[in-house]
């Protein structure tokens, strides 16, 4: 919204621009409460939800410090959309969907090489037993599993493992793909026992 004010000429006088300026003062003063009524000066709450029809914020960048907040970004209503860009969490951080699904880096440590690997954790936030169930995979049908590195296609990376009934009541309902493998580069059975 652009402010427009008149212009007082060097040659008028004050008792004949007096209602200009009165003008002027009252145009400045609505722009003023117009910002003032998104943005308490008082409080430093810059609200703005109410205001207008365009309302959202459109910037390069938002740095929250959170200072004494739980939560320094909450949404109401709404998605997250990363159309160009990854969402990033520090290390020593983690993913909570609920109160009980976690997912964070959990590092293996090791005899020899590097002290500690990174490593996917999806227990539970408070590490305890009969929370979470477990992990489910999505099943591919025979022509979806058959499709994974396919002549042409990529082939998958290694430690892929899927869940297919490509054969309905065998014993290998997951397979892994190791590259290195016996056999060479293919799927391999993890067979199961009941």
């Known amino acids: 919204m652009a402010v427009s004010t008149t212009t007082i000429a060097g040659t008028d006088s004050l008792s004949g621009s007096r209602i200009t300026i009165n003008d002027n003062f009252s145009t400045l003063e609505d722009a003023l409460n117009s910002v003032l009524s998104a943005f308490d000066i008082v409080s430093g709450r810059f609200d703005n939800s109410l205001y207008g029809s365009a309302n959202d914020i459109l910037t390069n960048g938002i740095v929250i410090n959170g200072t004494g907040l739980t939560d320094a970004l909450t949404i109401n209503g709404g998605n997250i959309n990363s159309l160009l860009g990854d969402i990033k969490v520090s290390q020593s951080y983690a993913y909570y969907i609920g109160s009980s699904l976690k997912l964070n880096n959990q590092p293996i440590g090791f005899t020899s ?78 067979n199961v026992t009941v």
Not at 151 to 178: E, H, I, K, M, Q
């Open 113 to 190: 090489g590097p002290s500690t690997y990174p490593s996917w954790d999806l227990r539970d936030a408070s590490v305890t037993s009969d929370t979470i169930a477990g992990v489910v995979l999505p099943k591919l049908t025979a022509a979806g599993y058959t499709a994974i590195g396919a002549s042409g296609a990529t082939l998958p990376p290694d430690g892929l493992l899927v869940f297919t009934d490509d054969a309905p009541g065998a014993s290998a309902p997951l397979r892994l793909w190791w590259t290195n493998g016996p056999s060479g580069a293919t799927w391999y059975k993890v």
